[in-house]
């Protein structure tokens, strides 16, 4: 494993190109762990792996993780294959194995190719919504996370297992099922014909998200955590189309200005590694205590660390991790 390069979280950012046991979403959590004046590291992956390369690509970016034996805990944040590929069962399987290979804590939000995209004819036109119940059932089934070692969740509830609350250290973490796909709006042609999405799931869902960010800050700051992270799948700026992301943004921006400490975003689905400020105000204001961080994906087999450390006033910093295995070959003409 080799970094190669330190990003700070301030300052000018650098772009690159079963049955649940338990639900305690209102009250405090559970448990804590980390220390909270200690400095730590977690892993943020997501969008692999994508196709028989992306399965080639994949167990090395797992291994260089278990390498790094100091990381407290591992992020995904969607994506378990390609939106082209059939959502049959082996590569749920596939994907489950995958996640039992890591040494330390997996937590897991879920992405669009795993259930809003299953009704493409070649995803095997399946329904999206019973795609939806068996990534529940195989993955947000317990109060806790993947990996060979647990780390304890809160799941919001029964309905909405998959939005997760945890705190570590200095920091309060959220988990959000907001996929790409313009979060499963319904999607009209020009005739106004409904061709995608579910007006009823999507409304439902939006409403268990927004209250599930008002419950996180809340717990954020009843914990005294200096930051929080949330984590979802969708890049909400720029992958097309993104009028069904507004209210998640807006709730964001809203709680965000409110909140005394660092927020942390972190999205997948564009698949490129990016350090940003997206998120704007009313007045089209950069916020400047928010950073968003989108991770590597398809094409790019690596994985991005982020440090939190309470002695910083930012909390965070990242790095890159590039799997030297996994950069193609050039071969020269």
């Not at 005294?224 to 189309?241: F, N, R, Y």
Request: one cysteine or more; glycine letters at 8%; hydrophobic letters at 40%.
């Amino acid at each position: 494993m080799r970094r190669t390069l330190l990003m700070a979280a301030a300052g000018a950012l650098v772009m690159f190109g079963g049955t649940v046991a338990a639900y305690a979403g209102s009250g405090s959590d559970r448990q804590s762990h980390g220390q909270p004046d200690q400095a730590y590291e977690i892993a943020l992956i997501g969008d692999m792996p994508y196709g028989d390369t992306g399965r080639a690509q994949y167990p090395r970016v797992i291994d260089e993780i278990n390498a790094d034996r100091h990381l407290a805990f591992t992020v995904f944040d969607g994506d378990i294959k390609n939106g082209s590929e059939r959502c049959d069962q082996p590569l749920y399987d596939l994907a489950a194995k995958s996640f039992g290979s890591f040494r330390s804590p997996v937590v897991y939000v879920p992405g669009d190719n795993e259930w809003t995209d299953c009704d493409r004819a070649s995803a095997g036109a399946y329904d999206p919504n019973e795609r939806l119940s068996l990534v529940r059932r195989m993955f947000a089934s317990t109060p806790e996370s993947l990996g060979a070692r647990k780390l304890p969740l809160q799941r919001q509830s029964a309905a909405y297992p998959e939005n997760v609350r945890w705190k570590y250290g200095t920091a309060t973490y959220l988990g959000l099922n907001v996929p790409g796909s313009d979060n499963n709006a319904p999607q009209f042609d020009a005739a106004g014909k409904q061709i995608d999405g579910d007006l009823a799931e999507y409304t439902a869902r939006n409403k268990a998200n927004l209250d599930w960010l008002d419950q996180g800050f809340a717990a954020a700051r009843s914990a005294g955590s200096k930051a929080i992270v949330i984590v979802l799948q969708a890049d909400m700026w720029t992958t097309e189309p993104t009028a069904h992301f507004a209210d998640t943004k807006r709730k964001l921006a809203q709680l965000s200005i409110g909140f005394p400490g660092q927020v942390l975003l972190v999205n997948g689905d564009s698949h490129v590694l990016r350090v940003d400020k997206p998120l704007t105000d009313a007045k089209d204001q950069t916020i400047q205590n928010v950073t968003r961080v989108q991770t590597f994906g398809s094409g790019q087999s690596h994985w991005v660390s982020a440090v939190i450390d309470p002695s910083d006033p930012q909390v965070f910093t990242f790095h890159q991790h590039v799997v030297k295995a996994n950069l193609p070959v050039y071969v020269s003409p």
